[in-house]
């Protein structure tokens, strides 16, 4: 059973650009959600995408968005990019009600 | 008042010593329970899920739940310096949706 794993592990943006993480989900998990964890924090919930639809959003502004495609590997898109989006973004998939992680994409905009 | 709250420590406790991690948390509808273990530079890692009030035994780990005092906690016994980790608490609610405390940052020392 393969795990969890996100591209690219570090990334480095200037502020105003936009930037795209890959995450491939667990094998036999269809259902993937993004999180976002600022140095010292928890994650917090981005959204989460159930068999190619989103089915819940957390408070986050429009330019995060998604997608799922049909194998269940995922897509996080930010577009415009702030200073305060510089984060470590974590992929997880869900199996038997708990949460499997990848290790996540150090993103740095500057 | 946060739905769930987790004292970020550090912790620093000598090597053998029992360890004793706590989260509380504010929202009734939160039925289930679990606690990940985070090193650097990684993402998190299930260590223990359970839905119900009382204790759950997985190897030197025990999680207990009080669902009267809205309470929960993680006893690691016979500790190692390879627990030194971060350790974050989280919860589900009906709707899927799941909070994560903001981590307690241990460290065994040898």
């Known amino acids: 059973e393969t795990g969890v794993t996100q591209s690219p592990t570090h990334l480095i943006k200037t502020r105003g650009q936009q930037v795209t993480l890959r995450c491939s989900s667990q094998?036999?998990?269809?259902?993937v959600s993004w999180y976002q964890q600022a140095l010292g924090q928890g994650p917090q919930f981005i959204f989460q995408?159930?068999?190619?639809?989103?089915?819940g959003r957390g408070n986050f502004p429009p330019r995060f968005s998604g997608l799922q495609f049909p194998n269940y590997s995922s897509e996080l898109n930010v577009n415009a990019l702030e200073l305060d989006d510089s984060a470590l973004y974590l992929c997880a998939s869900s199996g038997q009600g708990s949460l499997h992680f990848g290790n996540g994409t150090r993103l740095t905009v500057t | 008042q946060k739905e769930v709250e987790q004292d970020p420590g550090p912790l620093s406790v000598p090597e053998g010593a029992i360890v004793s991690l706590n989260c509380t948390y504010s929202n009734s509808a939160f039925q289930y329970f679990m606690w990940y273990r985070q090193y650097s530079r990684k993402g998190p890692e299930l260590l223990m899920y359970t839905y119900s009030s009382g204790n759950k035994e997985d190897g030197r780990f025990t999680a207990q739940v009080d669902k009267s005092s809205k309470y929960i906690s993680l006893f690691i016994r016979d500790s190692q310096p390879s627990d030194s980790a971060t350790y974050l608490c989280a919860m589900k609610r009906g709707d899927d949706k799941i909070i994560f405390g903001k981590g307690t940052r241990l460290h065994i020392l040898p």
């Open positions: 995408y159930y068999r190619e639809e989103e089915n």
């Open positions: 094998s036999g998990h269809n259902t």
